[in-house]
């Protein structure tokens, strides 16, 4: 068992240094009234940096990282993240500048921020991006907000969103955070939207549809023109949710399929790194129409005066989503990213992407019955139905892939009967070498094989990770969430 | 490409194991029409080194803020980060890693976290945390749309020396719903007591303080939390400079409902304004309404302390429309930065650093008064911000300081039109500076 930081705290112990001049001819009650003063030191820990230092690298290794091995997460994109861009977001000119700094002093933030708004028009198809969302689902809640706008300017009533069956939760979240009514509705047999049920659901109080393509099954929609022809011609927007981005790179481009608004993971397609979980960042990118309503403020550049600076957007715009300008650090990484691809480089990502996801279905697909069974974009969507009769589910798979020193693939989810149930959704990423993915696919093999041989390696698995299945409902009934929490528990 | 490991050669007997004899037999269900019809018209590929030179060039169209000490805070601040922060998140398994769905492998992630939770807790003197949220804004509109859901009342009193981006934050937030913010005046660089408490009513859901509030005074928050709840109104504060913490009364100890901590100050660069983290702190009774992770304590199937993603019913992945927010990804590693800088500063380090900067802060403002060429604007009680009127002309100055290295002080007009703020200064100090460098700022202001 790790310990905790609290348990190693000794008093006495440092690990910060201060200057000598502590300012003492200054007292504390001479500045500041009692009220504001607290009542005693805030007890936090003591600790040496020596000793911090090993208790932080001692946690890290209880992580596994993309950098660990293969990382499959579906929908997730746990691609490469290139040490240069890490290095760039690190130049002291970057890091110490000032959000509120003269206009002036920050012209080199501003130039990156104006560039990549450039290079993701192009790549998107899109007529301008803001930077401000601070990741996807923030992303979406500002397009949401974009597209109420735009209706509220027009005198049009419209307050339903319809919403796949196969999208991802936050799609209904964020439609609700705007006050839309959500509508989801079910997939066809071939896993896509099913254009007559649509049809039948477009009308005049629809603010449109929001759409991952290809689709979170990781199949492309076919129907596309359609849904576009659908969704326009009862004067709706169509949202494309970028998610799923990673398989459309030079290939095919949302601007050019209709969609209106969308918004990019930069830290799932565009290689910045995930954080365990963030900071990312969630652009959103409109056609011509859609502009004036962007959050503020917006990065311009003046021609005469050869000067960015950043602009208010004017009374339409939603307002402001956050602090300040944008998560600027994934910005740089983002930017960098797409210099080093070019649009070759781009292609290619894409290409191997979908070469990869097909690969592995072609070979799992006689074990791991695919929800749908066609080719697939970046991802494949496989089940473990086929061992239901074992007793085995797809949780058991995915705790036993651990064992073999891997990250187990995204599981139940999607979800939607009857086609996928009991979900193993695979990406593979550019990233991933053909070594990588036969290995991958010989565990898989030898997993089948021990489900129906030796289940119950599954069901206990797994066996050789830093801690083992947890007991989740006891966290919900006795709340821990404090070191404090632990303490009142053991002396009551 | 040197990001992708597989060579043509592979790929070609990928496509033939696969079944396809091209590529595009596997995209063949993207209809002709919309496809793309050639390359993308961006530039071709650099190699690292000629990447390395463009982005540097651009860099240095900044200033060179290395050498430059800012006394601008405004919601972001310059502290010293130990290099054993920078050198810890350098680990590539909190970086390179997913949110922890799996807790078998991210107990690394999960247990910093936990412990964050509880550095907050203790901090704040409130008995839960979620710091998963992006910035301070974005946490103060998530606490009143969970004030709203709270209380099922629809008014909020918003005081107007709240940040002002996190103002037009809520403002934004808010809209969709049926909701209704009022404006709550200032009077001598704090919130108006009396208007205040003119305004509340029993429609009142909650009220939204700053303090230190954007001009840098110290709000009397415990008055204020007695006045709310005798109406049974929430009070949320707002605190964009945790280090403030340190030596401030802590918002539990203020009665306060949900406290909003904006944790730049805990090992977060500027970089131009993000990504920062904000937490909610709040009660136990009002957890099922807060938005975000929470981990928790739990044993695995051994009986091993263990740590996982608790109280999920709340979540958009598992509740979709019904969430209490729509938040996912977070800012989860600049979590971590917190925890380790908070780690290494420890109950002595943090009490004293926070000391230091209000120090520092009083004596800059004794100097300029001193001087001759300011005056008081309010006499209120600081912390490391406070509000100067110059009796010289603003652009002279900040010449005279961006000479000299120095980031100049926000000019409050920027964002308040009143009279009696034209030519104000709203200055930060922190324990970047010293006694030289701040006899050295008042003798560039003065001379």
Known sequence: MMKLIFEKSVKGKKGYSLPKDLFDDIKLEECLPEYTIGKDKKDLVEVSEVEVIRHFTKLSKLNYGLDDGFYPLGSCTMKYNPRINEKLASLGNFIYAHPLAPVETVQGCLEIMYNLNKLLCEINAMDMFTMSPAAGAHGELTGNLIMRQYFLKRHEKRFKMLIPDSAHGTNPASASMANFKVIEFKSNENGTVDLKELDRLMDEETVGLMLTNPNTVGLYDEGIEEIEKIIHGKGGLLYYDGANLNASLGIIRPGDTGFDIVHLNLHKTFSTPHGGGGPGAGVIGVKKDLIPYLPTPIVCYDNDKNKYYLKDNGKDSIGMVRSFWSNFAVILKTYAWILSMGPDGLYEASETSIINANYLLTHLKKYYKPAYDRYCGHECTLTGREYKKYGIKTLDISKRIMDYGMHPPTIYFPHFEPYAEETIMIEPTESESKETLDNFIEIMLKISGEAKNNPELLTNAPHNTPIRRTNDMLAVKRPILTYDDELKLKNP | ?447
């Open chain 2, 1 to 447: 490409m040197r990001y992708i490991p597989n060579t043509n050669e592979q790929k070609e007997e990928m496509l033939k194991n696969i079944g396809v004899s091209s590529f595009e037999q596997l995209i063949e269900n993207v209809p002709d029409t919309v496809r793309l019809k050639g390359k993308l018209n961006i530039p071709d590929a650099m190699s690292e080194s000629e990447l390395e030179d463009h982005v540097v060039n651009i860099s240095q169209k900044n200033s060179d803020f290395y050498s430059m000490k800012p006394l601008i805070g405004a919601g972001s601040y310059r502290h010293f980060i130990p290099e054993a922060v920078k050198s810890l998140l350098q680990r590539e398994e909190f970086w390179t890693c997913y949110t922890p769905y799996q807790p078998e492998l991210s107990q690394g992630t999960l247990q910093t976290i936990f412990e964050y939770q509880s550095y907050i807790s203790r901090l704040t003197k409130m008995e839960v945390v979620v710091p998963s949220i992006y910035d301070g804004a974005s946490a103060t509109a998530e606490a009143a749309l969970m004030a709203l859901r709270l209380t099922h009342k629809n008014k909020i009193i918003i005081s107007s020396l709240l940040h002002p981006h996190y103002l037009e934050t809520v403002k934004t937030y808010l809209t969709p719903h049926e909701s209704e913010l009022i404006n709550l005046p200032f009077i001598n660089g704090l919130t108006d007591m009396e208007k205040l408490k003119s305004l509340l009513d029993e429609d009142t859901a909650a009220i939204i303080i700053q303090s230190p509030n954007f001009f840098g005074g110290i709000e009397k928050l415990a008055e204020i939390s007695e006045l709310a709840h005798t109406k049974k109104i929430l009070l949320i504060s707002v605190n964009v400079e945790s280090m403030s913490l340190g030596i401030l009364t802590a918002p539990g100890d203020n009665n306060v409902d949900i406290a909003v901590e904006n944790a730049q100050s805990f090992g977060m660069d500027l970089n131009f304004g993000g990504p920062y983290n904000a937490s909610l702190a709040t009660k136990k009774q009002y957890i099922r309404q807060l938005p975000g992770r929470i981990i928790g304590e739990t044993v695995d199937i051994d009986g091993k302390r263990a740590f996982v993603m608790t109280m999920r019913a709340r979540e958009q992945d598992i509740r979709r429309e019904k969430a209490t927010s729509n938040i996912c990804t977070n800012h989860n590693l600049n979590i971590v930065a917190a925890n380790i800088f908070l780690s290494l500063l420890g109950t002595e380090g943090v009490y004293k650093t926070s000391l230091l900067n209000m120090k520092l802060a009083h004596y800059l403002e004794d100097l300029l008064l001193k001087s001759g060429k300011f005056e008081k604007v309010f006499d209120y009680p600081f912390y490391n911000e406070f509000l100067l009127k110059s009796k010289t002309d603003l652009s002279l100055l900040k010449t005279k300081l961006l000479e000299n290295n120095f980031i100049p002080p926000l000019s409050i007009s920027r964002f308040y039109n009143h009279n009696n703020l034209e030519n104000v200064l709203l200055f930060a100090v922190t324990e970047i500076f010293n006694r030289d460098s701040l006899n050295k700022v008042a003798k560039v202001l003065s001379e």
